[in-house]
């Protein structure tokens, strides 16, 4: 059974950066394209970044597109997202996820099926 385990988020001012990790298990390192959603109170959950099995290939939403930074590390088992020049409407629970392994279907965010607990980002004006 696939699971993973968010960390890193946080409070953090406005401009300000953090790096969210999401920490796998029961899942075969590189095997698929993984990938960071987020949800805000009142709002649908929206796909912010994703990469390929080997993390060459990345695609990011408009919205965090220059300031967010999915990376992977699959020696660890791990991926991360950076973001930078934070804004309060960046403020949600953020959720990494396991999707697909042809990246023709990773670019779909509804094909995402295991995902993490979450960790809250909130960034104050």
């Known amino acids: 059974q696939v699971q993973l385990v968010e960390s890193g988020g946080g409070p953090v001012q406005t401009g300000g950066s953090l790096r969210l990790s999401c920490a796998a298990s029961?899942?075969?390192?590189?095997?698929?394209?993984v990938a960071w959603f987020r949800q805000a109170p009142g709002r649908e959950r929206e796909g912010v970044a994703l990469?390929?099995?080997?993390?060459?290939?990345?695609s990011y939403s408009d919205s965090v597109k220059g300031r967010f930074t999915i990376s992977r590390d699959n020696a660890k088992n791990r991926f991360y997202l950076q973001m930078t020049s934070l804004k309060p409407e960046d403020t949600a629970m953020y959720y990494c996820?396991?999707?697909?392994?042809?990246?023709?279907?990773?670019?779909?965010?509804?094909?995402?099926?295991?995902w993490g607990q979450g960790t809250q980002v909130t960034v104050s004006s």
């Open positions: 996820a396991t999707g697909p392994l042809d990246w023709s279907k990773c670019v779909d965010f509804n094909l995402y099926d295991y």
């Open positions: 029961g899942y075969t390192a590189g095997s698929t394209c």
């Open positions: 990469a390929s099995t080997g993390g060459a290939f990345t």
